[in-house]
């Protein structure tokens, strides 16, 4: 799947604090068009921080200190908290329509028409339309979606996906990573997936990066690092997934 | 068995909402009862309401043979103990680990002023912290140790019941092993009979003798572990199970007994 040209490049990338502190060391890796690439490790790993140096919208007092990221396109973010990255005081719908306006650049009514056609694209509910809701009256996944339609507002190359789904329900998570998947095939954009579960990495990339205190311990096909994890530290991530019995006649609906 | 805990018709309103529907609820002595369910289903009022942090409109507690009222006298406020999501923000803050600890063994005369300092690092011990931790402040632990602070805390009164909302939802996947190990050696050290709440269901798996569910603030389900994740009984305990998303079916499964 991967074209021999990649779109997004990252080589020896290093970010620092302010202190000097080394927050994520000399990380490097490459993401075709149309891929999916996983960055899966714990808290404080850097696999924020890495997303956020490719988006170029680090937090104040972190700093580049070396390396390069180069990409020819466009990308865009999807935050872990639905709630906070939608301005409470809009409506959404409107949020959406601003974002459409400057980055399609097309007419205000054009534009609104766009940004109703994403949120039916995205499954969410008519009533939209007609009424003005505020974020504070959608239910958590309905927020996603509309980040999600934010995200896709923006025509991206490459969508990135700091733990969408970590705030949300296990029913409503799989609604989720469903609607990602059909839209990855309709548009066919590149992806990044930070998350912390590994059984969703599992499903949703081909490939994966295990990050540990800010380096990349080891990255792969995900098959290959899943059934034989040659770090420690992939194996004690793998170990702490809990496993459920297998469940009778189960449709199995993840692949 | 024994019943520890009885909950019969339960019902509590929130304005027009109903959080809570003649709720029958039996919680056997001993034994852990796992409660799941999606966000907004009730889990967690019904947790508060045997807390005694919100009074029913409808319905009765009985604890063993005595009836819960609105007003419970101090043995009763004893014996059932509550660890919540968040430890940031259960920990008082200003208080160091040994006020934490200190205040309700004084509150619950479990032991004299002379024997609070032995009890403390008893309690710490026995949830794997060191001693030198007593004159710490909160802000000074990882989250994982946090929540074993919590835990201590509910734990230094001796309670019968221990109702976990969540516990390990806010950490990492690393740590929640190591906190759901020192839930199940708890459990056997102390014979505690628990209500553990939770929407992730591996959690549930490791750690409950029997599984409730609950939808909309109705208890859709009941039964034991074994046979609810293999065969479930209602439509919607279905649906939950089958939306966890599953590792890759060759691959080594997970390292919790």
């Not at chain 1, 970010?15 to 994520?24: G, I, M, P, Q, T």
């Not at chain 1, 080891?218 to 297998?246: C, F, K, R, W």
């Not at chain 2, 300092?117 to 912290?129: A, M």
């Not at chain 2, 209602?234 to 939306?243: F, R, V």
Request: a neutral charge; one cysteine or more.
């Amino acid at each position: 799947m991967m074209s021999i040209q990649p779109i997004l490049e990252i080589d020896a990338l290093s970010l620092a604090a302010k202190s000097n502190e080394r927050l994520v060391n000399n990380v490097s890796f490459s993401l075709g068009k149309g891929e999916s690439l996983g960055l899966v490790g714990e808290s404080g790993s850097g696999k924020s921080l890495t997303l956020r140096a490719i988006l170029g919208l680090l937090p104040n007092g972190v700093e580049q200190i070396g390396g390069t990221i180069k990409s020819d396109v466009s990308s865009a973010m999807v935050f872990q908290d639905p709630r906070g990255a939608l301005d409470p005081l809009c409506t959404v719908v409107n949020q959406l329509v601003e974002v459409v306006y400057y980055r399609q650049r097309v007419s205000r009514k054009a534009s609104r028409m766009i940004a109703l056609e994403l949120l039916e694209r995205l499954g969410l509910p008519d009533s939209l339309k007609k009424k003005d809701r505020y974020p504070s009256q959608l239910s958590g996944g309905q927020c996603q979606r509309v980040v999600i339609a934010l995200a896709l507002a923006c025509k991206p190359g490459i969508l990135l996906c700091d733990e969408p789904t970590t705030a949300l329900d296990v029913t409503v998570q799989r609604q989720i990573i469903e609607t990602i998947t059909n839209l990855q095939h309709e548009l066919s954009f590149a992806m990044v997936f930070v998350t912390h579960n590994l059984a969703i990495a599992a499903n949703l990339c081909s490939r994966l990066c295990v990050m540990k205190q800010g380096q990349i311990v080891e990255h792969g096909a995900t098959l290959d690092i899943l059934q034989n994890p040659s770090d420690p530290y992939t194996q004690m991530l793998i170990d702490s997934v809990l496993p459920l019995p297998e469940l009778e006649g189960s449709r199995d609906s993840w692949n | 068995m024994e019943l520890a805990l009885q909950i019969k018709d339960l019902t509590v309103h929130y304005g027009g909402f109903t959080a809570l529907d003649c709720i029958h609820l039996n919680l056997e002595q001993h034994t852990t009862l796992g409660l799941v369910g999606e966000s907004g289903s009730g889990k967690s009022t019904l947790a508060r309401v045997i807390a005694g942090l919100i009074a029913p409109h409808e319905g009765k507690i009985l604890l063993g043979t005595q009836e819960l009222k609105k007003k419970r006298s101090r043995e009763q406020r004893k014996i059932i103990q509550m660890i919540f999501q968040n430890p940031d923000a259960s920990l008082n803050p200003k208080h160091s680990i040994r006020q934490i600890l200190s205040e309700p063994l004084l509150f619950h005369k479990i032991v004299g002023r002379t024997g609070v300092e032995q009890r403390c690092k008893e309690l710490l011990n026995q949830v794997h912290l060191e001693q030198k931790a007593l004159d710490k402040f909160p802000h000074e632990f990882s989250g994982g140790q946090r929540q074993r602070i919590a835990i201590a805390r509910a734990l230094s009164v001796e309670p019968n019941i221990l109702i976990a909302d969540e516990p390990t939802s806010a950490l990492d996947v690393s740590v929640q092993l190591s906190v759901l190990e020192l839930f199940n050696t708890l459990k056997a050290e102390l014979n505690l009979t628990m209500l553990f709440i939770s929407h992730d269901l591996g959690v549930i798996n490791a750690i409950s003798d029997t599984v409730a569910v609950m939808r909309q603030g109705k208890l859709v389900e009941q039964s034991p572990k074994d046979q609810f994740f293999i065969r479930p009984k209602h439509e919607y305990s279905y649906e939950l199970l089958s939306a966890v998303p599953k590792m890759p079916k060759s691959s080594t499964s997970g390292g919790f007994l």
